[in-house]
Each structure stands twice: as structure tokens, then as C-alpha cells.
């Protein structure tokens, strides 16, 4: 089963299906939204949206890594990654439960 994309385009045409928003206020909205969890995000703090799931950040420290191909250590830069932790009821519907 090949896995599709779902795109701001397809989030902003069922809110305009389901909910009669024109096209452009449905687009608004979803910009909107992702503008305000993106900002969230770079101030440092966790997105977290109920039945969805959480956008974690967590600061990660200096270490050392080696190049696989010379063996040569390296170090890795401290720095902020950020981790999705699904719901648990978001991981029974992808799951198929």
C-alpha cells in the first residue's frame, strides 16, 4: 500500500467541504494554525493537541560521533530537536485498532 501526502491544500478543502468556509478563509484558518504551533515551537514551548498527539522539544548536549566511512571522531554540536509522540487513541486508529 503506497502511503499518500496529506497537504494544507486537503486540510483547507475539507474544512471548506465540511464547514462552508470560502476556499481562501478555509486556507486562512490552517495557515493560521500552523503559524501559531510554529511559533510555539521556536519559543521552546511543547505543542500538544488532545487525541492528536505532542510536539516535544528536547535540548540535546555535545557529543562525539565518528564518520562511519574514516572512523574519524566528530563532535556533534549541542542542539534542540523536536519529536512527535502520537496519542494513544491516535496510535489505535493508525495502528487499525
Do not use: C, W, Y
Not at 27 to 49: C, F, R
Not at 66 to 78: A, H, S, W, Y
Amino acid at each position: 500500500m503506497a502511503a499518500s501526502t496529506l497537504t494544507r491544500a486537503d486540510i483547507a478543502a475539507r474544512i471548506n467541504h465540511q464547514i462552508g468556509l470560502s476556499r481562501n478563509e478555509s486556507a486562512s484558518i490552517v495557515e493560521s494554525i500552523l503559524d501559531h504551533m510554529s511559533d510555539a515551537l521556536a519559543d521552546g514551548q511543547n505543542v500538544k493537541i488532545s487525541g492528536f498527539g505532542t510536539f516535544v522539544l528536547r535540548d540535546k548536549a555535545q557529543r562525539i560521533g565518528r564518520n562511519p566511512k574514516t572512523g574519524v571522531e566528530v563532535p556533534i554540536l549541542p542542539r534542540r530537536v523536536m519529536t512527535f509522540r502520537a496519542s494513544q487513541s491516535m496510535r489505535g486508529r493508525v495502528a487499525g485498532g
